[in-house]
């Protein structure tokens, strides 16, 4: 079992930065691939990013390259999304996942999920 929660949402500008955390209770942290969704008003949920145990493989979603990075610190059981040039199409519920099984940007594949944190571009 993996307790997943989010934090570092927030209201900025767009243009602006945000780092997302996500900590992991429980011990076998480093042995979860992790990913980062996120779910606007009215829209469905979508994948952002993804990142194996390692941190060897990473994906991300199209629109979101070379603006987000993934990465995680298994000493601290915590996975992060970077955000920078935040559009106010970013704006959404993020929300990180584990993965027992591989690293994914398909939500079917992971097993536990954090309560969402709400981030809001304004233009």
């Known amino acids: 079992q993996v307790q997943l929660v989010e934090s570092g949402g927030g209201l900025v500008q767009a243009g602006d930065s945000l780092r997302l955390s996500c900590e992991a209770a429980g011990r076998t942290f480093s042995s979860y691939a992790m990913g980062w969704f996120r779910q606007a008003p009215g829209k469905e949920r979508e994948s952002v990013a993804a990142?194996?145990?390692?941190?060897?493989?990473?994906y991300y979603k199209d629109s979101v390259k070379g603006r987000f990075t993934i990465s995680r610190d298994n000493a601290k059981n915590t996975v992060y999304l970077q955000m920078n040039s935040l559009q106010t199409d970013d704006t959404a519920d993020y929300y990180c996942?584990?993965?027992?099984?591989?690293?994914?940007?398909?939500?079917?594949?992971?097993?536990?999920w954090g309560q969402g944190t709400q981030v809001t571009v304004s233009s």
């Open positions: 996942a584990a993965s027992r099984v591989i690293a994914t940007m398909n939500a079917r594949h992971y097993d536990y």
């Open positions: 990142i194996s145990w390692s941190g060897g493989t990473i």
